[in-house]
């Protein structure tokens, strides 16, 4: 069935390094690659996404990178702040819906 | 806020009395979720609508009801309510499936 595994499950970096999460999906008509970040206690906001005609998507400090042949697709965080501290949740478009990730709950140390 | 809202936020309930969660958005979008969040779980589907009078099951749509008669509201039923239904639970909308979400505020339901 459609299935999207996300890596790793917890990360910690120090402040102003990068920081990389990785999701690999199943279904190879997934054309439809959203990000959400969820602060503690608050709702799951989109924060990025990207459509299968595109490799790179930049916006200020995140990015996401798109490879269809692998169906793999990455979350890139660079000169990372407190702020950015939270859970991240990739997704793939599935039938009628998407597909989440498990997360991912990145600590920025101070 | 964002054009979606949940009610109620927080809700304590007895085990075997039904429970309706509300979502109501204000941007006329045609999807609608209903997701519960658990620890080591992220989001699970329950069930979700593509359009008034049409829903579909999620993964998780054992011991779950919804019903969407107008474009705006999408209701989620616990028929009886168990133990292993407390959780937070998310709704969200779509413009479409190709489309970002956007989730409401959340309701945190305990069944004791």
């Known amino acids: 069935g459609e299935n999207v595994e996300q890596h790793p499950s917890t990360l910690s970096v120090q402040e102003g390094d990068s920081a990389v999460i990785k999701c690999t999906y199943s279904d190879s008509a997934s054309n439809y690659f959203p990000w959400y970040k969820q602060e503690l206690g608050k709702r799951p906001q989109l924060i990025i996404d990207?459509?299968?005609?595109?490799g790179e998507k930049k916006d200020q400090r995140i990015a996401v990178t798109l490879n269809k042949t692998a169906k793999h697709f990455s979350l890139h965080i660079t000169e990372t702040q407190p702020e950015d501290s939270a859970v991240y949740f990739c997704?793939?478009?599935?039938?009628?819906?998407?597909?989440f990730g498990t997360g991912t709950r990145l600590k920025v140390l101070a | 806020d964002a054009g979606i809202t949940q009610s109620p936020r927080h809700k304590v309930t007895e085990t075997g009395t039904p429970v309706t969660l509300r979502c109501h958005q204000t941007?006329?979008?045609?999807?609608m979720y209903w997701y519960r969040q658990d620890p080591g779980h992220g989001l699970r589907l329950i069930h979700y609508s593509y359009g008034v009078k049409d829903t579909d099951k999620g993964e998780v749509s054992d011991g779950y009801s919804v019903s969407r008669s107008k474009t705006e509201d999408f209701l989620l039923t616990l028929e009886s309510a168990t133990s292993s239904q407390t959780s937070v639970y998310f709704c969200?909308?779509?413009?479409?499936?190709?489309?970002?979400?956007?989730f409401g505020s959340g309701t945190r339901l305990t069944v004791v």
């Open positions: 941007e006329n979008h045609r999807y």
């Open positions: 997704a793939a478009t599935g039938t009628y819906k998407y597909i």
């Open positions: 990207i459509r299968s005609n595109v």
């Open positions: 969200a909308i779509s413009e479409d499936r190709t489309y970002g979400y956007t």
